[in-house]
């Protein structure tokens, strides 16, 4: 069984061939804080030879076996590093109690002081691991001993989740779901439980009040949905995990991975350019995944063995450019030197009469009008999704274009690729029936067939929409080559759903709304009100 796992995860991860399938666990670690609580860990090293190698630490709330050790920790201690896989605070026999992401600072810096002074530990360190795993490192980086010799945060980012809890913007797939997760994940059967709650929870979305969705999914309160319905962003009560103001003086190597499609990748980015703008030792890879992706993994295990690894031996990692992106569109990776890359320009496309998108000025006309009704809210397809049994991802978006709630604006065909590389954004000037609505905007490639797939996409709320407003949206950054032949296209709409939360045009806050209101929406386009999506573009030679 140990073969076949060792195998599994092998070709899974398309990793060399390990230099031992011959392990030895030390089980159940008792690591001391500083406020009395232990937390336990397992010790994972070559039968024969694993003391004095280098420790790859992960911090994890989601338990210390089964697949998650069979995918993050195998491979790992098969290939030159010993590993230590803690359970965090309150999570699987460690003691506290699980209060998610808001001591990871103190109990990690406390591990890291703890680990460094076994005495089969050696002389490096490397922290490592996604999600969950890399906010546990981005908590500490910036004040770890000496002994850790690099930082390999996946999918991850430093303010971890703050993203989600904008007042205008709210997400409810990503806090729900997780938060319903992490709730029942120590109870009997809890991978069964939750594939069973998948048609409870797509329910629960349209729960009002929001404030009771976790007990109609599953019938117990999940404690961080609940604080993130209290509490948006700005919260004081997020300070604590915000850790953002840190990453300037993180000195130790980080080399993070990400996804074009993943939900943590705007904050990912942001903590990249800090670090390069501090002058810090830098990279990042960046591929056409969302956040829960087979191709992130191994991307991530081979920075682990590749660029972790070298370092914590003393070496150099292999020669490589600071940022690599996988380019979609083209299809394929390139390298560059910094985010956002040089040489792109940013390049305004106006919404034109008729649906009509152009670099052109537009011209005098009337508003495009739709009707928005939060009772049967604008789906999300595709896209930035993070839910069990969702689709992710670029998609079809033929279904979603045709609805009479989402407009869309579409250049001609072009005579020449166009490459966009950097951040998107848009401008949009919108009238609504109601105060409060939201305004979706996506990027989307038409192929010859006709059919429109998503590339990347934002949304901003405002709150005195009943007049003319000029709606600023920040749609994800993207790496895209539209093809000649092709056509660029925008869509706008007033949501998607559930990726975001409905806005139910009253301005009630949305842990207590129960009443959704219909809305009359208007796009402008004209010279005095210029609706517009900015694109980084180049000609590729």
Known sequence: MTSLSSRLSQRMLRLPPPLTRD????????????????????????RSGGDGLPTALLRIPYGRAGMIAAQLVRPLAERGFQVLIQSTRGTFGSGGAFDPLRCEREDGIDTLNWLVAQPWCGESVVLTGGSYLGFAQWAVADAVPPQVKAVIPAVSESAFTLGFLRGDAFSLEATLSWGLQVADQERPFALLRQLGRIRKERRAWYTLPLSEADLAANGRRSDYFQNVLAHEADSPFWQVIDHSRRVPDITVPVSSVG?????????????????????????????????????????????????????????????????????????????????????YTPRRFHLQPNGALSPDAPVESAPDTYRY??????????????????????????????RPDVVTYTTPVLDKDTEVIGEVSAEIW???????????VRLCDVDEEGRSTNVCDGLAGLTDADTITCATVQLWPTAHLFKRGHRIRVQISSGAFPRYNRNPGTGTPRATAQTLHPATQQIHHTPTHPSTLTLPTREPN
């Open 23 to 46: 392990l030895t666990i030390e089980r159940d670690l008792r690591v001391p804080l500083r406020d009395g609580t232990v937390l336990l860990a397992d010790r994972w090293s070559p």
């Open 259 to 343: 996804g074009w499609f993943d939900i943590f990748l705007p904050g990912q980015l942001r903590d990249f350019r800090v670090l390069q703008e501090a002058g810090r030792t830098a990279r990042v890879t960046i591929g056409p995944w969302a956040h829960i992706s087979m191709g992130a993994g191994q991307v991530a295990a081979a920075e682990a063995l590749d660029f972790g690894l070298a370092l914590a031996r003393g070496e150099k990692p292999a020669d490589r450019a600071p940022v690599r992106l996988f380019v979609m569109g083209a299809e394929k990776w390139r390298d560059f030197p910094t985010w956002p890359p040089p040489g």
């Open 373 to 402: 009704d939060p009772a049967d809210p604008t789906p999300a397809v595709g896209g930035v999704r993070m839910a069990v049994g969702v689709r992710s991802g670029r998609v079809d978006n033929t279904a979603l274009e045709a």
């Open 430 to 440: 919108f009238r609504s029936s109601l105060p409060y609505a939201d305004v979706f």
